[in-house]
């Protein structure tokens, strides 16, 4: 390659990423997103022309997987935030985080904060903060996990440049360099969930970032919106994987009671079923089309489990992709069924379900009233046979 052509090639600006929308209705365009309101829809550029989707549910980059949970330092807010980076500073009521995805300090309320990791999470750590069994105790109390695995509870008082100013229960307060630190716990007790009121997006990022996000708009083939945990943002559309619309037209399963729950289990006591986990208590994970994808909404489920739900007659759709755990279900075959008042579905994909890409699922649901899901034993009885359910969702 002559040094001209070298030099074109380096300074050829990338192509705006497109995305297929997911609205209320049964087209799914592919195109440049021009526009988007969480209330109204999105607009994208489409080969055929410009195309409003309207009562937008999701947006997502086609053939880009879903990525995996991040793995080194983070910061996991109490709503469920989780954003790789670090540290910059901050004081008594914020903390000044870099994303990785970002050029600029984030100042973010502590008090939306769980927990700030800062080296990389033994890979045995749970999902859920909650469990984290360092922060653990009574009353609940604020913790500073050293690098050498000792943790020291007490009161937090802020942050310096450096360091955190802490007071262990029963000492005096002094300054900690974070160099010493691998992980910050805050007390869950004033922890706080800022879920708004109305329809909000959740990202999930090229890097394994996931954020909530308000009111977000598109210029310039990049996203500005305000983080529900403080800062005002802005992404570059190249960045994100996918955008979900929660407490719009849409409605989770995960975040529903089913009117009815049975669990069999192939010899002895069943496995409960989990809402946006695994069984397991793990990420959803999936082998789909475009690779594997960690799901960060769906359930759970293992043979046998009948879920029922009730309907009312409100909803059109039900979607999701349906398939064995990409990480524990390498061998597994379980039967898979779906009934709407009472009548099976017919979808033979999900008849002897076994090992490899999901099954994605759209069953129109107009004028039901009730919606059941049943994994059934398969030929192997229930050997590696962990039923997940991605994205699984109602449309109105």
Not at 75 to 80: F, M, N, P
Not at 117 to 142: E, F, I, V
Request: charged share 25%.
């Amino acid at each position: 390659m002559t040094p001209l052509v070298l030099a074109l090639t380096l300074t050829t600006p990338a192509a705006p990423p497109t995305f297929v929308a997911t609205g209320t209705g049964d087209d799914m365009p592919t195109g440049r997103l021009t526009a988007i309101s969480l209330k109204l829809g999105a607009q994208l550029d489409t080969l055929t022309g410009e195309k409003t989707v309207q009562g937008l549910v999701r947006l997502h980059q086609p053939d880009v997987p879903l990525p995996k949970f991040p793995t080194g330092p983070q910061l996991i807010t109490a709503g469920g935030d989780r954003l790789p980076g670090e540290v910059r500073g901050g004081d008594t009521k914020v903390i000044q985080f870099r994303p990785f995805v970002s050029q600029d300090d984030w100042p973010i309320a502590l008090d939306t904060v769980a927990v700030v990791w800062l080296s990389s999470p033994p890979a045995d750590t749970p999902t859920d903060p909650a469990k984290y069994t360092w922060l653990a105790g009574t009353p609940p109390r604020d913790v500073l996990l050293y690098r050498n695995g000792d943790a020291v509870r007490g009161t937090l008082g802020g942050f310096t440049e450096t360091g955190v100013t802490f007071t262990a229960d029963g000492g005096t307060a002094r300054e900690v360099p974070l160099k010493n630190l691998a992980a910050i716990g805050f007390n869950p007790r004033f922890a706080r969930v800022r879920k708004p009121k109305e329809p909000y997006a959740h990202l999930v990022l090229t890097d394994g970032s996931r954020l909530d996000v308000l009111g977000p708009a598109v210029k310039n083939d990049t996203l500005r919106t305000k983080a529900i945990c403080g800062p005002e943002i802005a992404l570059p559309l190249s960045k994100i994987v996918s955008l979900e619309v929660l407490q719009g037209p849409a409605v989770y399963l995960s975040a529903l009671k089913p009117k009815h729950a049975e669990v069999t289990g192939f010899l002895g006591e069943g496995w409960p079923w989990a809402a946006d986990r695994t069984v397991r208590g793990r990420p959803l994970r999936l082998l789909t089309k475009d690779g594997e994808s960690t799901f960060d909404r769906g359930l759970g489920t293992h043979p046998k489990t009948v879920l029922t739900y009730d309907l009312a007659g409100k909803y059109t759709r039900f979607e999701s992709f349906v398939g064995l755990d990409a990480a524990t279900g390498k061998r597994g075959r379980a039967d898979v069924r779906i009934k709407l008042d009472g009548k099976e579905i017919d979808l033979p994909d999900l008849k002897s379900l076994t090992a490899g890409p999901a099954v994605f699922v759209r069953v129109d649901v107009r004028g039901a009233k009730e919606l059941t899901l049943i994994v059934d034993f398969g030929p192997t009885g229930d050997v590696q046979a962990d039923v997940n359910w991605g994205e699984a969702r109602l449309v109105e």
